[in-house]
């Protein structure tokens, strides 16, 4: 009879586990649940701003730069007064 040994299990990695990837020209990926918990918010509410997502293995990665460009682009200092908009109506003369 022949011995057969099977190796142990890997251990499945969990998404806020997965390492960030560093791209060539400097551009940082992180899993999107990774970064989500960075910045405090809930994945989904990332999932719903539409940031820019990549998907590897399975696994969204978003760019960190552009992401927080984007999430920085919405954020308002209290008592900020609205953005003034050109009026469409013309006097008749």
Known sequence: MTDITLAPPR???RREDRPSITLPDGT??????????DVG???KTVTRMNVPTTYI???AYVDRFASLK???AHVKRRN????RRR???R???
């Open 80 to 83: 900020e007064p609205p953005v």
């Open 28 to 37: 940082v990926l992180d899993p999107r649940a990774k970064f989500a918990g």
């Open 87 to 89: 009026s469409t109506h």
């Open 11 to 13: 251990p499945r990695m």
């Open 41 to 43: 918010l809930s994945e």
């Open 57 to 59: 293995g399975n696994v």
């Open 70 to 72: 984007q999430i920085g």
């Open 91 to 93: 006097s008749k003369l």
